[in-house]
T-cell receptor, first 115, second 114 residues
Framework: DAGITQSPRHKVTETGTPVTLRCHQTENHRYMYWYRQDPGHGLRLIHYSYGVKDTDKGEVSDGYSVSRSKTEDFLLTLESATSSQTSVYFC??????????????FGNGTRLTVT | KNQVEQSPQSLIILEGKNCTLQCNYTVSPFSNLRWYKQDTGRGPVSLTIMTFSENTKSNGRYTATLDADTKQSSLHITASQLSDSASYICVVTLLTGGGNKLTFGTGTQLKVEL
């Protein structure tokens, strides 16, 4: 497995509380991504990073923010969690940009439940 | 609308048998197509990547084919094993002026039984 660690693996939180998910890589890849996976939907991009302090929005970015202060760490924050953000969140890394010649390597996900 | 449709949604086969999973897409202009395997409780793992000029790509017992004219791809699994039980996801890359965009299918859930 590529060196990607997501933490926590499971979390239950209450509506309205802030939540931060962490992704840590040991591969020194430039690109990092946060996706969410929901039943009936393909994986959807939330935010991505193309370098330290360089981030951009994906297709479902509302209610989420990200930060990348070091190459190896990419944080996803739910500013005020809502039930619609109950999902499985995956971090991914790649050597080239999204859709380039190198594959995405995924972490094993964080299952988040918002009650 | 750019879409990726996979069929069947789910499939059960006996160990040792072959199977073929389908992916139809409307993504255009298209750059490449990928197949991923996702075990329960794990992240997806890349199986193959094909550009629009490639017709077939193999990775062990997995063979992916691509027909860019009909916008169809298939993933053929030979001599299935219990460990092949997983979700198989087709991903198509859309070329855009602002950077590539990946469109994920919802996957085919394969179960291999004794």
């Amino acid at each position: 497995d590529a060196g990607i660690t997501q933490s926590p693996r499971h979390k239950v939180t209450e509506t309205g509380t802030p939540v931060t998910l962490r992704c840590h890589q040991t591969e020194n890849h430039r690109y990092m991504y946060w996706y969410r996976q929901d039943p009936g939907h393909g994986l959807r991009l939330i935010h991505y990073s193309y370098g330290v302090k360089d981030t951009d929005k994906g297709e479902v970015s509302d209610g989420y923010s990200v930060s990348r202060s070091k190459t190896e760490d990419f944080l996803l924050t739910l500013e005020s969690a809502t039930s619609s953000q109950t999902s499985v969140y995956f971090c991914a890394i790649s050597e080239s940009g999204q859709g380039g010649g190198s594959p995405l390597h995924f972490g094993n996900g964080t299952r988040l439940t918002v009650t | 609308k750019n879409q990726v449709e996979q069929s069947p949604q789910s499939l059960i086969i006996l160990e040792g048998k072959n199977c073929t999973l389908q992916c139809n897409y409307t993504v255009s202009p298209f750059s490449n197509l990928r197949w991923y395997k996702q075990d329960t409780g794990r992240g997806p793992v890349s199986l193959t990547i094909m550009t629009f000029s490639e017709n077939t790509k193999s990775n062990g017992r997995y063979t992916a084919t691509l027909d860019a004219d009909t916008k169809q791809s298939s993933l053929h699994i030979t001599a299935s094993q219990l460990s092949d039980s997983a979700s198989y996801i087709c991903v198509v890359t859309l070329l855009t002026g602002g950077g590539n965009k990946l469109t994920f299918g919802t996957g085919t859930q394969l179960k291999v039984e004794l």
